[in-house]
Every structure is written in structure tokens, then in C-alpha cells.
Nanobody, 120 residues
Framework: VQLQASGGGLVQPGGSLRLSCAAYGFDFSNYGMGWLRQAPGKRREWVSGINSGGIVVSYADSVKGRFTISRDNAKNTLYLQMDNLKPEDTAVYLC??????????????RGQGTLVTVSS
């Protein structure tokens, strides 16, 4: 299993970024996926999850209404559209694979992250 996140960068407050996570080595369409983030000096925080079919999604309260998770099973890719970014969204963002088709529950793989910096 390999998960490769990309799309991070420097953005001004109020701006947008779209993160991608390319998945390799497993049947992507059969598993729930999610995004986590870790800010400097802070605990890792769950951000969002999506089930295998892309129908059921969930968000942390801190990002609800600003972030949108999606997936393209034909391209084995997970996405996170981030709008109205705030300085407190600055973190390394990581994607992870669920051990089932659901977005919740145990996870068994996590990729290296991509850094998002929100600053003026």
C-alpha cells in the first residue's frame, strides 16, 4: 500500500487549495479513506472521511462548510478541496486508508503528508 499526498503550498487567508492523494497497491474502490492534519507542536487531528463509494462523508467541526472531500475511484485518487483557508489550518495534511469500506473505524495505512501554510 502506498499513499502519496500532494497539492500543498503557501496560500493567503481566505484562499483555496486542492489536495490530492494518489493510492497504489490495493483496490482503492473497496476502502474508506480520510484526511488528517498535524500542526507544529499540536496533536494530529482528524479532518474528514469518505466511504468507499464516495457517498457518505464526514467532517471535523473546525473545517465543516469550508472543506470538501471527494474521490475518483477510476483514478485511484482522493481529494480535499479547501476553501476560505485560515491561519489555523496551517499543518501537514496526510491521507489514510480505512481497513473497511466505511469512513470511520480502524485505519491501516497512512501516507507522507503535504504541507499547507496559510499566511499573509
Amino acid at each position: 500500500v502506498q499513499l502519496q499526498a500532494s497539492g500543498g503550498g503557501l496560500v493567503q487567508p481566505g484562499g483555496s487549495l486542492r489536495l490530492s492523494c494518489a493510492a497504489y497497491g490495493f483496490d482503492f474502490s473497496n476502502y474508506g479513506m480520510g484526511w488528517l492534519r498535524q500542526a507544529p507542536g499540536k496533536r494530529r487531528e482528524w479532518v474528514s472521511g469518505i466511504n468507499s463509494g464516495g457517498i457518505v462523508v464526514s467532517y471535523a467541526d473546525s473545517v465543516k462548510g469550508r472543506f470538501t472531500i471527494s474521490r475518483d475511484n477510476a483514478k485511484n485518487t482522493l481529494y480535499l478541496q479547501m476553501d476560505n483557508l485560515k491561519p489555523e489550518d496551517t499543518a501537514v495534511y496526510l491521507c489514510e486508508k480505512s481497513s473497511t469500506s466505511a469512513w470511520y473505524g480502524a485505519t491501516d495505512s497512512r501516507g507522507q503528508g503535504t504541507l499547507v501554510t496559510v499566511s499573509s
